[in-house]
C-alpha cells in the first residue's frame, strides 16, 4: 500500500514525512495515506474554504482509482472545550466525506472519526503550532 504522492515537497523533506507517519501509523495501527495541510475551515465553522476544493478534486480523483476503505479523521487544536472540539472534528470529516461523494466516491468506502484535540502532532503552544494541529487526515482501514 502506497501513500499519495507529496503536493508540495518543498514544505516537508520525504525523511520528514517518513518519520510523521510512523509516529501516526503507531497511534492509529492502520496506514495514514495522506495528512492535508491544504484542506481549510472558518474558524470554529466545519463549512470548506474554497480554496480547498482543488486539494479535495485531487483526492477524489486518486480515490476514485482506488478501492480500498478509508477513514476520514477530524482533528483540531486545544483552543474551546473539549466535547466542542471533539463535536467539531466529526462535523468536519463528515464535510469532507460528502464532499467526496459528491465527487461519485462511494459513501460506502468512506467512514468517519473525529479526535477533538486529543491527538496532536505538535504542541499547541503557537497560533503557527495549533494551526498544524488543525488537520484531516486520510487512512487505509481495508
Given at each position: 500500500?502506497?501513500?499519495?504522492?507529496?503536493?508540495?515537497?518543498?514544505?516537508?523533506?520525504?525523511?520528514?514525512?517518513?518519520?510523521?507517519?510512523?509516529?501516526?501509523?503507531?497511534?492509529?495501527?492502520?496506514?495514514?495515506?495522506?495528512?492535508?495541510?491544504?484542506?481549510?475551515?472558518?474558524?470554529?465553522?466545519?463549512?470548506?474554504k474554497k480554496?480547498?476544493?482543488?486539494?479535495?478534486?485531487?483526492?477524489?480523483?486518486?480515490?476514485?482509482?482506488?478501492?480500498?476503505?478509508?477513514?476520514?479523521?477530524?482533528?483540531?487544536?486545544?483552543?474551546?472545550?473539549?466535547?466542542?472540539?471533539?463535536t467539531l472534528?466529526?462535523?468536519?470529516?463528515?464535510?469532507?466525506?460528502?464532499?467526496?461523494?459528491?465527487?461519485?466516491?462511494?459513501?460506502?468506502?468512506?467512514?468517519?472519526?473525529?479526535?477533538?484535540?486529543?491527538?496532536?502532532?505538535?504542541?499547541?503552544?503557537?497560533?503557527?503550532?495549533?494551526?498544524?494541529?488543525?488537520?484531516?487526515?486520510f487512512v487505509?482501514?481495508?
Amino acid at each position: 500500500m502506497g501513500i499519495f504522492p507529496p503536493t508540495d515537497p518543498v514544505k516537508i523533506t520525504e525523511e520528514k514525512n517518513k518519520d510523521l507517519r510512523t509516529i501516526l501509523n503507531a497511534v492509529h495501527f492502520d496506514e495514514v495515506i495522506l495528512i492535508s495541510e491544504k484542506i481549510h475551515f472558518n474558524t470554529g465553522s466545519a463549512k470548506i474554504k474554497k480554496e480547498s476544493y482543488k486539494e479535495l478534486e485531487e483526492i477524489a480523483k486518486i480515490l476514485n482509482e482506488r478501492n480500498e476503505k478509508i477513514r476520514i479523521e477530524g482533528h483540531t487544536d486545544n483552543q474551546g472545550t473539549a466535547q466542542y472540539n471533539y463535536t467539531l472534528s466529526i462535523k468536519r470529516a463528515e464535510a469532507i466525506r460528502s464532499y467526496l461523494v459528491s465527487k461519485n466516491v462511494s459513501a460506502d468506502r468512506i467512514s468517519i472519526k473525529g479526535y477533538g484535540s486529543s491527538r496532536p502532532v505538535v504542541e499547541n503552544t503557537t497560533p503557527l503550532l495549533r494551526a498544524k494541529n488543525r488537520r484531516v487526515e486520510f487512512v487505509v482501514v481495508e
